[in-house]
């Protein structure tokens, strides 16, 4: 089993910083996709950002240019680090994994606030 702790979650007024962790432990053997989801309160979960294990990156329209996405594999961590932040940024932020062969896997969230 593979276990996703985030970090780093908090309150931050627009055009703020915040840096969000996760720390992937137990069997990480095979992850080769990290990121993050967020999801806003009535909104459905929503992708925000992924890096390959190659280290190529994906991102949302709506965080390109504001958020940088990185992953260390010895490490099995994936960080994002957002800047610029807006109100609409708010959400649960969720970290994933993936393997091949495997369900998409979930930490528990980690919640940020962006105040106007």
């Known amino acids: 089993q593979v276990q996703l702790v985030e970090s780093g979650g908090g309150l931050v007024q627009a055009g703020g910083s915040l840096r969000l962790s996760c720390a992937a432990s137990?069997?990480?053997?095979?992850?080769?996709?990290m990121g993050w989801y967020r999801q806003a309160p009535g909104n459905q979960r929503e992708f925000v950002a992924t890096?390959?294990?190659?280290?190529?990156?994906n991102y949302a329209d709506s965080v390109k240019g504001r958020f940088t996405i990185s992953r260390n594999n010895a490490k099995s961590t994936v960080s994002l680090q957002m800047d610029s932040l807006k109100p609409e940024d708010t959400a649960v932020y969720y970290c994933?994994?993936?393997?091949?062969?495997?369900?998409?896997?979930w930490g528990q969230g980690t919640q940020v606030t962006v105040s106007a």
């Open positions: 890096v390959n294990d190659d280290g190529s990156t």
């Open positions: 137990g069997n990480t053997f095979g992850i080769n996709i």
């Open positions: 994933y994994a993936k393997k091949s062969w495997t369900a998409s896997l």
